[in-house]
Each structure stands twice: as C-alpha cells, then as structure tokens.
C-alpha cells in the first residue's frame, strides 16, 4: 500500500498521528510522547500497520489538554482518565471550580491592566470636576495632559501611571494632604531664613524627595534637574513664588544642598 492509500484509509478509520496533532492543536512530538507513556496511545490500526486516533482517542487528547490547562501534571492526568466514573465526575468538578476561579483572578488582572492603559493615556483616573475638589480650585485639570505630552515617553511616566491606576480619589486626598503639608513647612522655612545646607533644609529637600518619590522613583540627581526646572519654568515657578516670595530659587538652592551632601554635584547632575 502506498502512503497515498494509507492517507485514504486513515481518513476512513481514523487519523494519522500528524492529521491528530493538528485537529487537537499539539505537535506530532506531543503525540508520541503521550503515546510512549501510556496517555493517550492510537487505538487503530490501517490495513498496512499505520496506528491511527479514533474518534474516541482523539476525545481523551482533548481531556488531556483540558487538565493541562490547569496544571495538572501528566501522571496525574493518567490516573484521572482511567478512574471510575463517580471518581471522574468528581474530579472534573473540582477541576471546574478551580477553572472558575481562575477566569475571576484573570478578569480581574485584566481589569488593572485595563486601568494602567487609562492611566498611562491619561495620566490620572479622575474626571476634571473630581481633579479641581481634591487639588484646589487652582488645579487645572489640562495640567495632567501637558505632562503627558513632556513626558509621556518616559520610564518615569511608566512608573508614575501604573501607581496613579491603582489610586482612589481617597489615595489622591492623602497625596494632596502631605504636598500641602510640605509646602506650608517650606514655606515657612524660607520666611525664616533657614539656610540652605543646614540640618533642617536637608530635612525638608528629602521630604520633598520623597513627595516626588510618591509619583516615580526619584534620585537626589533627578531632583536637582527638578530644582533647575522649578526656576526656569514659569509656571513652575509661580506656584512655588505664590506660596511665599523666592521659594522656587531658595527650593532649588536648599536641594542643590542637599544633593552635595549626598555625593552628587549638582553642576553636572543629569536626570538618572
């Protein structure tokens, strides 16, 4: 008998070991594994010796491959197929319910991913009306965008995004809380004449460090370009300067302070 005859008869009685690999979506190699350990073996045969998978064969491949979906391991499986019916029921039971749960843990993963794009298109998960009640009324909502825009294709944006996704309009009045605390502190800090350099300014610019360090991981490096673009940014500049005349300059003096006592030199200081 030719291979062409054989390929005939195997789509009569049953289906060559390639045809079976492919209607189950396994490979041959799969196939002969299975074979060579006992799990699933070809229980046809053609007129030439060719083994084959019968309808029947190929229902206990796709049994197989439902319990490899869940993990459980080969040997296992053996002893699952070939136990009593009653056993059987029970066990795919079982099987059914850890299935369950297991859509309900991806669909909730595929919830918070769902939040981290929104987040990283957006920037933050609350309407502009939710943004102005938690910020102040100063806030601009468009500010959030224009961030996006400077900076959306950094790692820091990444970093900053998959933190806002999982944050409650609750999480970002806390946030809010401690900016404004640190901002009063800063504020009367320079009213006082605290000097860069001093115990206290080195306190309140790695306060300030950390806040920064609430949105992405931020080095006293990165924090001196913070502390440049404070003074060079007008807008940046006036919010600091609206707190308290010279803030934005004594801000970024007192970081540039504290970064030296940290080993980095803010003259050349780069954004990493």
Excluded: K
């Amino acid at each position: 008998m030719t291979r062409r005859q054989a390929a005939g008869t195997a789509a009569t009685d049953g289906l060559t070991v390639g045809a079976a690999a492919s209607r189950a979506g396994v490979t041959v190699r799969t196939l002969h594994h299975w074979d060579a350990i006992g799990l699933v073996r070809p229980s046809a045969r053609t007129a030439a010796g060719y083994r084959l998978y019968t309808a029947t064969d190929i229902a206990r491949i796709h049994r197989v491959l439902v319990y490899r979906e869940l993990d459980v391991p080969l040997d296992r499986i053996a002893a699952l197929l070939d136990a009593p019916a009653a056993d059987a029921t029970e066990s795919l039971l079982r099987q059914r319910d850890r299935l369950r749960e297991r859509i309900v843990r991806l669909e909730r993963m595929a919830e918070a991913l769902d939040r981290m794009v929104e987040a990283r298109n957006t920037g933050i998960l609350l309407s502009p009306e939710e943004q102005v009640a938690i910020f102040g009324a100063q806030w601009r909502p468009s500010w959030v965008a224009e961030a996006r825009e400077r900076w959306g294709d950094t790692s820091q944006w990444a970093q900053y995004a998959e933190r806002a996704a999982g944050r409650t309009a609750e999480d970002w009045r806390l946030v809010t809380g401690t900016v404004e605390a640190l901002n009063a502190d800063l504020a009367t800090a320079r009213r006082a004449g605290v000097r860069p350099g001093s115990d206290e300014a080195n306190t309140l610019a790695e306060r300030h460090r950390a806040s920064m360090g609430t949105y992405f991981d931020c080095t006293h490096s990165m924090q001196v370009c913070l502390g440049r673009m404070f003074t060079t940014d007008p807008e940046f500049a006036a919010y600091y300067d609206d707190l308290e005349p010279g803030l934005a300059t004594w801000l970024r003096d007192i970081i540039d302070a504290n970064a030296r006592a940290n080993g980095v030199d803010p003259e050349s200081a780069t954004w990493s």
